[in-house]
T-cell receptor, first 117, second 115 residues
């Protein structure tokens, strides 16, 4: 049973560039959440996707956008990169709501470490 | 608004000592979940435990135990007879019981177990 997978593992970008990170959820999960973890900090919620729509969003600017595909995988896009976007980006998957399943159980992937120079 | 505070930034203990990691939370919700995650150097967050806000029973799992006290809004985590493999960053987190169940994390406590 494959867990949550993310790609790439590491990425180096230059200020002003755009980046796309990818996530495949755990088998049986169709809800994907993205978190940003700056160095020395706890993860912060960016947004969550369910049924190919953004369901909830944290306090992040519009430069952060996402997409969910019919196979439940998801992408996180960040435009006009800033030095402060350097962080570990974590993807978490969970069960869909409304089916009596434990939606509060989130399984995390290994993350993508983004460095902006 | 939800908030999680982990006042201990770093803790070092000698192997076989017991250690307690503190977590204090704030929320206006009456129903919520509390979590502890472990983050080894590889970066992946490993789920350790979840508690419902209406279940204040303490829990023990092997060398791990958790003390949930609603009266003081605390959810502390104790490792008994620590081992080198316990070295990691530990995060306490809170989520609402409805909606997206997104997690609000504390800033983490880095535990170093010295052999």
């Amino acid at each position: 049973d494959a867990g949550v997978t993310q790609s790439p593992t590491h990425l180096i970008k230059t200020r002003g560039q755009q980046v796309t990170l990818r996530c495949s959820p755990k088998s049986g999960h169709d809800t994907v959440s993205w978190y940003q973890q700056a160095l020395g900090q706890g993860p912060q919620f960016i947004f969550q996707y369910y049924e190919e729509e953004e369901r909830q969003r944290g306090n992040f600017p519009d430069r952060f956008s996402g997409h969910q595909f019919p196979n439940y995988s998801s992408e996180l896009n960040v435009n006009a990169l800033l030095l402060g976007d350097s962080a570990l980006y974590l993807c978490a998957s969970s069960y869909p709501p409304g089916q009596g399943l434990p939606t509060y159980e989130q399984y995390f992937g290994p993350g993508t470490r983004l460095t902006v120079t | 608004a939800q908030k999680v505070t982990q006042a201990q930034t770093e803790i070092s203990v000698v192997e076989k000592e017991d250690v307690t990691l503190d977590c204090v939370y704030e929320t206006r919700d009456t129903t919520y979940y509390l979590f502890w995650y472990k983050q080894p150097p590889s970066g992946e967050l490993v789920f350790l435990i979840r508690r419902n806000s209406f279940d204040e029973q303490n829990e023990i799992s092997g060398r791990y135990s958790w003390n949930f006290q609603k009266s003081t809004s605390s959810f502390n985590f104790t490792i008994t007879a620590s081992q080198v493999v316990d070295s990691a960053v530990y995060f306490c987190a809170l989520s609402e019981a409805t909606g997206a169940n997104n997690l609000f994390f504390g800033t983490g406590t880095r535990l170093t177990v010295i052999p």
